[in-house]
C-alpha cells in the first residue's frame, strides 16, 4: 500500500466510472491485489502521472509525484 508524508495534505476527489471499469477495480479489490477502490485508484494514478510526467518548469510538481510513490 501506497504510503503518504506524516502531514501531508490531501484532497478527496469524488470520480464518476463506468459500471465495467467498476467492477475491474472490484475484481483487483476481491482477489486482495489492493485492500480497496481507493487504493487501486491511487495506484492507477501514481502509475500514470509516473509515466506521463513531463520536463519542464515546476519542480514541485514533480517532487509531489516523486512523493506520491513513497512506500510504507
Not at 495534505?9 to 464518476?16: A, G, S
Not at 476481491?30 to 509516473?50: C, D, H, M, P, Q
Amino acid at each position: 500500500m501506497a504510503g503518504r508524508k506524516k502531514g501531508e495534505k490531501v484532497e478527496i476527489v469524488n470520480v464518476r466510472l463506468p459500471k465495467k471499469a467498476i467492477s475491474w477495480v472490484d475484481t483487483l479489490v476481491n482477489k486482495g491485489i489492493y485492500s480497496s477502490r481507493s487504493e487501486a485508484i491511487r495506484e492507477f494514478v501514481r502509475e500514470y502521472l509516473t509515466e506521463n510526467r513531463q520536463e519542464g518548469p515546476g519542480e514541485k510538481g514533480r517532487e509531489g509525484i516523486s512523493s506520491m510513490q513513497t512506500r510504507q
